[in-house]
């Protein structure tokens, strides 16, 4: 018999899984053009979700249910809580795009995005092997399914397939080196694992075989070099409203899953997997912003800096260690959790003004479809201009607090290596703040290459300007995230 508190932990689940359903039966008799009644009821429904989330994070409680495979706390509630919301923006941006490029004949865009939220969900609340998977294949195949949804277009469908295929083969990966673990502990449950790690009677060599097809995986999932090479492809080929579908929300959830395994699971083997995480790190943050410089494409541009991005939340990651205290681990990998919100949230404003820009039969993709954006609409030019700034670590932005509080958790470590990390991330970060730069100027100095004036409804124009004041209020004000980070990943060691 499941106890009522298994049913609680995973209440948010059930509300979603079940409005999916429903909303995908309603979706068979809505006829309008841009599918007003799914479009409103998946946005009523991601807010019901967004506030019991939100809700059950500000509660601060941790459960565990079904035999501990599902665990509610404080992190991954909030996490949970970001990831809805970005869905929403998205879905925001992307509809009036979507429904010009006739991706909307079928209401799978809103549905299916629900699915991948769910899988999103799952993954975060995964205390258990098998559970972390299950979530981690409905996110990724839906996703496929998703950059695949313009039928006709040969760009997207070749975009889906490298999709696909890599995928494919990074799951296999992390299956790999997830059976690895459950031969050498005897468990599929994190906290069992935990535990039989820390006896130190598992054998060293396959826990760190097993270990390195985990890390593998994971990379892949977060688009860390030298496993990024999906990344560039998919988010060009893929239509721009679901490159943001797949470059926003599920980056919450992939650091929700490295969290869980690396932190919760298989903390014993820290030092193993922070040298991995500092490896990819550096290849990361090398290779996304060398070949930003060269890309003209402003999407292919935006898929390397996620890639440099990335290699810059890993580096906290890398920083927090119980070798130095919980103190410090709770400091880092808050800095990590910090950096990732802040990155989402400037990822949504960059792609709603590509979105915005977009016309019927026009992509606006390169870099040189912005120029003169300021004479044409000096709002969405200034939005995209905080965050380029943003992206690029420029105060009193909230990427220059996020790049900070990671380089302050490596300097605070004390190690001579760590420090050595945290010049080579700041060299980097100049190197590419120049291509963040170059689409400011193009946006403000070069001459306009159409008169067409930029026009957005209501709810997108209203969320962008929202979008673009959360950027600049919470690089000023960067208190009170912070600390709800902080308290989250303490509550979360704390278990």
């Given at each position: 018999?499941?106890?009522?508190?298994?049913?609680?932990?995973?209440?948010?689940?059930?509300?979603?899984?079940?409005?999916?359903?429903?909303?995908?039966?309603?979706?068979?008799?809505?006829?309008?053009?841009?599918?007003?009644?799914?479009?409103?009821?998946?946005?009523?429904?991601?807010?019901?979700?967004?506030?019991?989330?939100?809700?059950?994070?500000?509660?601060?409680?941790?459960?565990?249910?079904?035999?501990?495979?599902?665990?509610?706390?404080?992190?991954?509630?909030?996490?949970?809580?970001?990831?809805?919301?970005?869905?929403?923006?998205?879905?925001?941006?992307?509809?009036?795009?979507?429904?010009?490029?006739?991706?909307?004949?079928?209401?799978?865009?809103?549905?299916?995005?629900?699915?991948?939220?769910?899988?999103?969900?799952?993954?975060?609340?995964?205390?258990?092997?098998?559970?972390?998977?299950?979530?981690?294949?409905?996110?990724?195949?839906?996703?496929?399914?998703?950059?695949?949804?313009?039928?006709?277009?040969?760009?997207?469908?070749?975009?889906?397939?490298?999709?696909?295929?890599?995928?494919?083969?990074?799951?296999?990966?992390?299956?790999?080196?997830?059976?690895?673990?459950?031969?050498?502990?005897?468990?599929?449950?994190?906290?069992?694992?935990?535990?039989?790690?820390?006896?130190?009677?598992?054998?060293?060599?396959?826990?760190?075989?097993?270990?390195?097809?985990?890390?593998?995986?994971?990379?892949?999932?977060?688009?860390?070099?030298?496993?990024?090479?999906?990344?560039?492809?998919?988010?060009?080929?893929?239509?721009?409203?679901?490159?943001?579908?797949i470059g926003a929300a599920p980056?919450?959830?992939?650091?929700?899953?490295?969290?869980?395994?690396?932190?919760?699971?298989?903390?014993?083997?820290?030092?193993?997997?922070?040298?991995?995480?500092?490896?990819?790190?550096?290849?990361?943050?090398?290779?996304?912003?060398?070949?930003?410089?060269?890309?003209?494409?402003?999407?292919?541009?935006?898929?390397?800096?996620?890639?440099?991005?990335?290699?810059?939340?890993?580096?906290?990651?890398?920083?927090?260690?119980?070798?130095?205290?919980?103190?410090?681990?709770?400091?880092?990998?808050?800095?990590?959790?910090?950096?990732?919100?802040?990155?989402?949230?400037?990822?949504?404003?960059?792609?709603?003004?590509?979105?915005?820009?977009?016309?019927?039969?026009?992509?606006?993709?390169?870099?040189?479809?912005?120029?003169?954006?300021?004479?044409?609409?000096?709002?969405?030019?200034?939005?995209?201009?905080?965050?380029?700034?943003?992206?690029?670590?420029?105060?009193?932005?909230?990427?220059?607090?996020?790049?900070?509080?990671?380089?302050?958790?490596?300097?605070?470590?004390?190690?001579?290596?760590?420090?050595?990390?945290?010049?080579?991330?700041?060299?980097?970060?100049?190197?590419?703040?120049?291509y963040y730069l170059r689409v400011?100027?193009?946006?403000?100095?070069?001459?306009?290459?159409?008169?067409?004036?930029?026009?957005?409804?209501?709810?997108?124009?209203?969320?962008?300007?929202?979008?673009?004041?959360?950027?600049?209020?919470?690089?000023?004000?960067?208190?009170?995230?912070?600390?709800?980070?902080?308290?989250?990943?303490?509550?979360?060691?704390?278990?």
């Amino acid at each position: 018999m499941i106890d009522k508190l298994s049913w609680v932990t995973i209440y948010p689940e059930i509300v979603l899984l079940v409005m999916a359903c429903i909303i995908a039966l309603v979706d068979l008799s809505d006829t309008s053009p841009r599918r007003t009644r799914t479009y409103v009821l998946t946005l009523l429904t991601l807010l019901v979700v967004a506030v019991l989330t939100g809700m059950a994070a500000i509660d601060g409680k941790t459960s565990y249910g079904f035999g501990g495979m599902v665990v509610s706390d404080s992190m991954g509630n909030w996490l949970k809580c970001f990831a809805t919301i970005a869905l929403m923006v998205t879905l925001v941006y992307g509809r009036p795009y979507a429904a010009d490029r006739d991706m909307l004949r079928g209401g799978e865009l809103f549905t299916v995005s629900m699915f991948a939220l769910l899988g999103m969900f799952v993954m975060i609340s995964g205390s258990n092997f098998l559970l972390i998977y299950l979530g981690l294949e409905l996110l990724t195949l839906s996703s496929y399914a998703l950059v695949a949804l313009r039928r006709d277009n040969a760009v997207a469908s070749e975009a889906a397939m490298k999709y696909f295929v890599l995928g494919a083969m990074a799951s296999g990966f992390l299956l790999y080196g997830l059976s690895m673990m459950y031969g050498a502990t005897g468990s599929l449950d994190l906290n069992e694992v935990f535990k039989a790690i820390s006896t130190g009677k598992v054998n060293h060599q396959v826990l760190v075989f097993g270990l390195v097809f985990i890390v593998a995986g994971l990379a892949f999932k977060v688009g860390a070099a030298p496993f990024h090479m999906w990344v560039p492809d998919v988010y060009q080929g893929a239509p721009t409203a679901v490159t943001l579908l797949i470059g926003a929300a599920p980056e919450l959830a992939a650091f929700g899953i490295i969290i869980r395994l690396l932190v919760d699971g298989l903390q014993p083997l820290a030092i193993d997997w922070q040298q991995m995480l500092a490896v990819l790190a550096v290849a990361s943050l090398l290779i996304g912003n060398l070949a930003a410089i060269a890309q003209s494409n402003l999407k292919r541009m935006l898929a390397y800096s996620t890639i440099s991005q990335m290699g810059f939340m890993l580096l906290g990651l890398v920083a927090g260690s119980d070798l130095h205290g919980t103190q410090n681990a709770q400091a880092a990998y808050s800095a990590s959790m910090f950096y990732i919100v802040t990155y989402v949230l400037t990822m949504l404003a960059s792609f709603g003004i590509i979105l915005l820009l977009a016309r019927e039969g026009f992509e606006s993709e390169e870099i040189i479809d912005l120029a003169g954006l300021n004479q044409r609409s000096p709002l969405y030019a200034g939005v995209m201009a905080i965050a380029m700034f943003s992206l690029a670590g420029l105060p009193p932005l909230v990427g220059f607090y996020a790049k900070l509080a990671v380089l302050q958790a490596l300097i605070a470590s004390g190690q001579a290596i760590y420090i050595g990390l945290a010049v080579f991330a700041v060299m980097t970060s100049l190197v590419g703040a120049f291509y963040y730069l170059r689409v400011v100027k193009v946006m403000y100095f070069d001459a306009p290459v159409t008169a067409t004036t930029v026009s957005a409804s209501f709810d997108v124009r209203t969320v962008l300007t929202i979008n673009g004041a959360l950027i600049l209020i919470l690089g000023v004000l960067p208190g009170g995230l912070m600390t709800l980070c902080y308290e989250a990943i303490a509550a979360t060691l704390a278990h």
